[in-house]
């Protein structure tokens, strides 16, 4: 039992940071970015990368991680988002995001291949040693505080960011209103590449904890774009605090339902199946999501027009 | 007028939509400091030139020059930054964002950087400060953390106002600023300008249909009809133009 609830909560930490991003993503450009999933699989070969050959935790490589996760997201905005913003539709977006996606995915998969034969160890399929902490009288895994603590931090600082800097102001007001805003001096290329940054770098850090509970691969990002994809929708489309709470809500049911069906004896194989019946649930039912709850007030970024 | 003490020249602008012939060869000077007014009646291209001189529409032909440096080619955040700055007709705002964001959004020029928090270092309190004089100037230091979507109609043209002042402008490009606000207010917001232009030397192109408030400020005028220049000169001189009753009658 406590083994479910430790699970569940890394799971939708994990999430909260895919989410997040991916929002970033969607509020700024539009862009359902299928490619985000292979940001978090950048982050887990960087740290992996490093770990092997400077030593250390992988934990100590997340701020390059989150460096280089930025990066990639950084160029893919520059090269493809920007010059295709506000100039095409939602469809080709999201077909563009497809091809980046195999781009990168299939990049990932050379770069596993040519690290293999470098370093001499396993680059798919493999999983990374945690350390573990004694809490209330049980073992849990290390990777349970510290991706509670990265993931508070990182969402505290997202905050501030947004909220108490002169940047922050420029980012919101670039995206309610991009063409206003830079008819007001803010260079919208440069706040929306900022954006840009912060969601692949976010997707990165995510992916540096997925390998203490999974093994993965660089197929891994894909299969955690379904539950992101959830996450945001039941958060409510374009709002930041929304995908947080989407995050911990798909999580939890996720691995709780999961649980339950293998109790009755069908397979968690079906566990994808719950996730899609949220997405379409929530897009049916109540398309504007969590967020719509507090209609707009709070932690709610979203484009009108 | 000599061309030193020129802030802003527009020169033989045309700009059409389709078939329609919005501005035909227009040529509009400011002079550093001065409040030039135009006027003209409704669909004359009024709008459609300020739009042009600040960038978000591109003319199809003609030049824009500013403190003698071509900037027909600059987009909108490049010419604010220079000191172009424009009020819209219908007040554009950031509905989410409060009244103070509105306004510190606009004051970008100021070199400080960018990702320090606004309460901590000087520079950007000195900052939040400025901008609650502009507020209190007009009455809205009250209203300073409601959304911009919470404010009156007249509230949110001085907001707008607010915003073009705080960033310190060299050029205020004004689209009917005083459009649906009350006889008292639109004295007041009038001399507002007037004062600000006296003391901080903002130079101002003043498109406005309520002569009764706005002509006495005025130290030039240009008329506009159907997309041409039909008359400028002193406000005395344009008031007396025939060309000038028969466009606005004519109509
Ligand atoms: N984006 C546009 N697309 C097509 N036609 C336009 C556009 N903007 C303006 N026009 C047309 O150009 C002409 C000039 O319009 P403009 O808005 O500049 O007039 P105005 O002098 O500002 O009028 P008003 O006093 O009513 O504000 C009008 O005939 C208008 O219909
Ligand atoms: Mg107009």
């Known amino acids: 039992m406590l083994d479910l609830l430790v699970g569940a909560l890394v799971y939708s930490n994990l999430l909260a940071l895919m989410a997040v991003g991916l929002s970033l993503a969607l509020i700024t450009c539009r862009v359902s970015n299928f490619a985000h999933g292979d940001f978090a699989m950048v982050g887990v070969y960087v740290a992996y990368t490093l770990s092997v050959v400077a030593g250390l935790t992988p934990y100590a490589w997340i701020p390059a991680a989150f460096a280089f996760g930025g990066l990639v997201s950084l160029l893919a905005y520059l090269l493809v988002f920007e010059p295709l913003r506000e100039r095409t539709d939602l469809v080709t977006?999201?077909?563009?995001?497809?091809?980046?996606?195999?781009?990168?995915?299939?990049?990932?998969?050379?770069?596993?291949?040519?690290?293999?034969?470098?370093?001499?160890?396993?680059?798919?399929?493999?999983?990374?040693?945690?350390?573990?902490?004694?809490?209330?009288?049980?073992?849990?895994?290390?990777?349970?505080?510290?991706?509670?603590?990265?993931?508070?931090?990182?969402?505290?600082?997202?905050?501030?960011?947004?909220?108490?800097?002169?940047?922050?102001?420029?980012?919101?007001?670039?995206?309610?209103?991009?063409?206003?805003a830079e008819a007001l001096g803010v260079s919208v290329r440069r706040v929306f590449a900022l954006s840009w940054f912060l969601s692949g770098a976010l997707a990165a850090t995510a992916g540096v904890f997925l390998p203490f509970r999974i093994m993965v691969s660089p197929d891994t990002g894909w299969s955690m774009l379904l539950p992101t994809f959830a996450a945001v929708t039941v958060g409510g489309i374009g709002s930041l605090g929304g995908s947080v709470l989407g995050a911990y809500l798909i999580g939890f049911s996720e691995t709780v339902l999961a649980y339950q069906l293998a109790q009755v004896g069908i397979s968690t194989a079906y566990r994808p199946l719950l996730t899609f019946a949220a997405i379409i649930v929530t897009l049916l039912v109540y398309p504007r999501g969590l967020s719509g709850l507090w209609s707009g007030k709070g932690w709610s970024l979203r484009r009108r027009s | 007028m000599t061309s030193d003490d020129l802030l802003f020249l527009a020169k033989n602008v045309s700009k059409s939509f389709g078939g329609l012939v919005a501005l035909d060869k227009v040529t509009v000077a400011v002079p550093e400091g001065a409040l030039t007014l135009m006027i003209g009646p409704n669909g004359s291209g009024k709008t459609t030139f300020l739009q042009v001189a600040c960038g978000v529409l591109k003319p199809d032909s003609g030049a824009l020059l500013f403190a003698g440096r071509n900037v027909t080619g600059l987009p909108p955040y490049a010419r604010f930054r220079l000191g172009?700055?424009?009020?819209?007709?219908?007040?554009?705002?950031?509905?989410?964002?409060?009244?103070?964001?509105?306004?510190?959004?606009?004051?970008?020029?100021?070199?400080?950087?960018?990702?320090?928090?606004?309460?901590?270092?000087?520079?950007?309190?000195?900052?939040?400060?400025?901008?609650?004089?502009?507020?209190?100037?007009?009455?809205?230091?009250?209203?300073?953390?409601?959304?911009?979507?919470?404010?009156?109609?007249?509230?949110?043209?001085?907001?707008?106002?607010?915003?073009?002042?705080?960033?310190?402008?060299?050029?205020?490009?004004?689209?009917e600023p005083l459009a649906g606000v009350n006889p008292a207010l639109a004295g007041e917001i009038m001399q507002f300008l007037s004062k600000v232009r006296r003391e901080k030397g903002v130079a101002m192109l003043l498109v406005e249909h309520r002569l009764d408030i706005a002509l006495k400020h005025a130290d030039y005028v240009y008329v506009l009809h159907h997309g041409r220049v039909i008359s400028e000169g002193s406000p005395e001189a344009v008031v007396e133009d025939p060309l000038v009753a028969k466009a606005y009658l004519g109509e």
């Open chain 1, 93 to 180: 977006l999201m077909v563009v995001s497809m091809a980046l996606d195999m781009v990168l995915r299939y990049s990932l998969h050379v770069y596993a291949d040519l690290m293999q034969q470098w370093l001499r160890v396993y680059t798919r399929l493999f999983m990374f040693d945690d350390f573990l902490v004694e809490a209330a009288g049980s073992r849990l895994p290390g990777v349970l505080p510290a991706s509670t603590a990265v993931v508070a931090a990182l969402l505290a600082s997202l905050y501030v960011l947004l909220y108490k800097t002169r940047v922050g102001v420029a980012m919101r007001a670039a995206i309610e209103n991009p063409g206003l």
């Open chain 2, 84 to 175: 172009i700055v424009t009020t819209f007709q219908i007040p554009r705002l950031f509905p989410s964002l409060s009244v103070l964001e509105n306004v510190l959004l606009a004051a970008q020029k100021v070199r400080e950087s960018p990702l320090s928090l606004l309460s901590s270092r000087k520079g950007e309190r000195d900052l939040v400060e400025r901008a609650f004089e502009v507020l209190k100037l007009l009455s809205l230091d009250r209203v300073w953390d409601k959304p911009a979507r919470a404010l009156s109609g007249g509230q949110m043209k001085l907001l707008e106002l607010a915003r073009a002042l705080v960033s310190e402008p060299k050029l205020l490009l004004l689209d």
